[in-house]
């Protein structure tokens, strides 16, 4: 059985749980990103009867602060390796959130390959743009089945698309609404950051990816990473329950959820 769990998404912190639980076996599981403390993590896990036993390993997107805050004190108390991009781990390693705890837990992924970092998981990745050291999505494959989280990212690469077209699962981003945006009370600045291909995803632009990965084989479709400013958990929603109508997918053949910010999902099974 494959679960999943988020801890909480968007700009206020972001971490997700991939769990793979079979019977009579301990859960095997990885930690992706560690944007929310320690102890409000352990709180939510044990609200699901878990521990932070049920996960090997971490996963990194990127070194912005809503995704690594916590990073140095989980290394510090729990000592699981962590895994990304070689680049991004030279940046970790003169970060002040994970300077002083990341090098024993340092763990290079190898690029376009599958890696094991946990038992019965294999990870791989791909770069998507967005204003960081670097940024990449994951491919997670488990019991021979694909999920895929993209965050965090400007557009929808080729590469992300590819996978996406394979996955039973996909978290990518929705993370703003233009109208909301761009009439709103940001700095122009910050506005064009945000909305001109390195910053982030429009509910708009989730909606044309969702167009394109769509298949019969996708379960499970959830949208990530909403701006506490520029966009509504309906808002995002209802847009991709749009674009799901339009192509025709009847509601309740895909599970479509909106992950909130500062909110923990259930644990749901994929």
């Known amino acids: ?11 206020c912190g972001n971490s997700y749980l991939f769990l793979h639980e079979v019977p009579l076996c301990a859960p095997s599981g990885v930690l992706i990103d560690a944007g ?56 970790l390693s003169r970060h002040p959130f994970t300077s002083n705890e990341i090098g024993p837990c340092r763990r290079d992924l190898r690029d376009g390959c599958w890696n ?23 491919v997670l494959r488990c019991e021979g089945r694909l999920f895929v989280l993209m965050t965090d ?13 394979k996955a ?10 233009v109208d909301m945006l761009l009439g709103g009370s940001y700095p122009h600045e910050l506005k064009m950051r945000i909305c001109q291909g390195a910053g982030h995803l429009s509910n708009d632009a989730c909606g044309d990816a969702i167009r394109r990965f769509m298949h019969p084989g996708l379960k499970n479709l959830f949208l990530c990473h909403l701006s506490g400013n520029n966009n ?7 847009h991709a329950r749009g674009v799901l109508d339009e192509l025709g997918v009847a509601p309740g053949s895909v599970h479509l959820r909106v992950l909130e910010r500062g909110i923990p999902s259930p644990l749901l099974t994929l």
């Open 1 to 11: 059985m494959i679960r999943f769990l988020s801890f909480s998404s968007g700009s």
């Open 36 to 91: 929310v403390s320690i102890r409000r993590m352990k709180k939510i896990l044990e609200g699901e009867n878990l521990t932070f036993d049920c996960f090997q390993s971490i996963l990194i997107t990127h070194d912005h602060g809503d995704h690594i805050r916590n990073l140095g004190s989980v290394c510090k108390r729990l000592s699981r390796p962590v895994y990304t991009t070689p680049l991004l781990h030279e940046a």
């Open 116 to 138: 094991t970092v946990a038992e019965g998981i294999e990870a791989r990745y791909f770069e998507v743009p967005h204003d960081a050291t670097q940024t990449v999505g994951y």
């Open 153 to 165: 990212l400007g557009h929808v690469t080729e590469e992300a698309m590819d996978w996406a077209e």
């Open 168 to 177: 039973e699962t996909v978290v990518v981003e929705s993370n703003f609404d």
């Open 232 to 238: 509504t958990p309906r808002l995002a929603y209802d």
